[in-house]
């Protein structure tokens, strides 16, 4: 018998590819959940106590993957609506979980400073630096506090396209390259990026799981800003760089900036036995293929490409 597994946050860039994926999700059935109000829709406000109760007793699951969260700037000018959904609404999830459901929770690399110097580690304590990060932190705390049987996944940062075109690091570089504006690359800010269907193998593998514990979810690759776009410009057969190298000192953010989130992979890859996708050839394939595309569609790359 299937059982039932919540997807909330569905709505989401990684909860569109997942749900894009339940084919995979074998004995379960995936309940898409959103976290927002929307017409004939399944929804839950996870800063709503009763709301979780409600939907737990209407679908009765085995399983909550919980990817709400909310954007980076959104949380450092509403850090009061931050705490809401990133800590209290991930405890109230937690306590409604308890014994009865697994919970698979997405947090993210930010809950760490950025200034260790060396691949953080799972069992790293978080020092976080900025409103989102704090929130995403303290949320972890109550689902190893309140879940029995949880998974905390921290998630790098994720490379794909984006079904809607409008959200992601790829999607920001490629909707430049296309209006022909020149945009800034940190040269000294590290990341080790996790492609989207990797991470959703990972999270799908860990449904069925006894896995306990904190999980880090980042490729094998550690590479700035600034490789990601040569990279991308290479599959695109750009000539000319679309792209000004800058350091993060050049910069003015409103939300506290990681200069080195590089995260060890190895325990989550043990676990689900998964591989990584090379990074690099992802996304020279990825722009590559977005070329091919291009000139079957409206969209136009500017001149200067190698592949004309």
């Known amino acids: 018998m299937k059982r039932n597994v919540l997807l909330i946050g569905v709505g989401g860039f990684l909860g569109q590819h997942i749900l894009k994926n339940a084919g995979h999700c074998h004995e379960c059935i995936l309940v898409p959940v959103f976290h927002t109000p929307m017409s004939g829709a399944t929804t839950v406000d996870v800063s709503d106590n009763r709301s979780i109760e409600n939907l737990f007793a209407a679908t009765n699951p085995a399983c909550a993957i919980n990817l709400t969260c909310l954007p980076v700037a959104?949380?450092?000018?509403?850090?009061?609506?931050?705490?809401?959904?990133q800590a209290i609404g991930v405890k109230n999830l937690a306590q409604v979980c308890a014994s009865t459901c697994r919970l698979i929770h997405l947090s993210s690399d930010m809950v760490f400073s950025g200034r260790k110097g060396s691949y953080y580690l799972p069992n790293d304590v978080p020092d976080p630096i900025s409103v989102y990060g704090k929130t995403k932190a303290e949320g972890e705390g109550y689902v190893s506090q309140y879940a029995q049987n949880y998974a905390i996944i921290r998630s790098a940062l994720?490379?794909?396209?984006?079904?809607?075109?409008t959200r992601g690091f790829i999607e920001w570089m490629l909707g430049n390259v296309n209006k022909r504006v020149i945009f800034?690359?940190?040269s000294d800010q590290y990341r080790t990026p996790i492609v989207i269907d990797d991470l959703v193998s990972m999270i799908i593998s860990l449904i069925n799981d006894d896995f306990i514990g904190t999980l880090h979810a980042g490729g094998d690759q550690r590479i700035n800003r600034v490789g990601m776009g040569q990279w991308l410009c290479e599959g695109l057969g750009l000539t000319e760089i679309p792209y000004e190298e800058i350091m993060m000192s050049d910069s003015e953010s409103r939300s506290p900036m990681q200069?080195?989130?590089?995260?060890?992979?190895?325990?989550?890859?043990?676990?689900?036995?998964?591989?990584?996708?090379?990074t690099k050839k992802y996304i020279i394939a990825l722009g590559r293929r977005e070329y091919e595309e291009s000139r079957t569609s409206t969209k136009t790359w500017p001149n200067h490409c190698l592949h004309q």
Do not use: W
């Open 184 to 186: 800034p690359l940190f």
């Open 158 to 165: 994720i490379l794909g396209r984006d079904p809607r075109g």
């Open 74 to 85: 959104v949380c450092e000018q509403h850090p009061d609506t931050a705490y809401a959904v």
């Open 259 to 278: 200069k080195d989130l590089s995260m060890d992979n190895s325990l989550i890859k043990y676990v689900c036995n998964l591989t990584c996708t090379d």
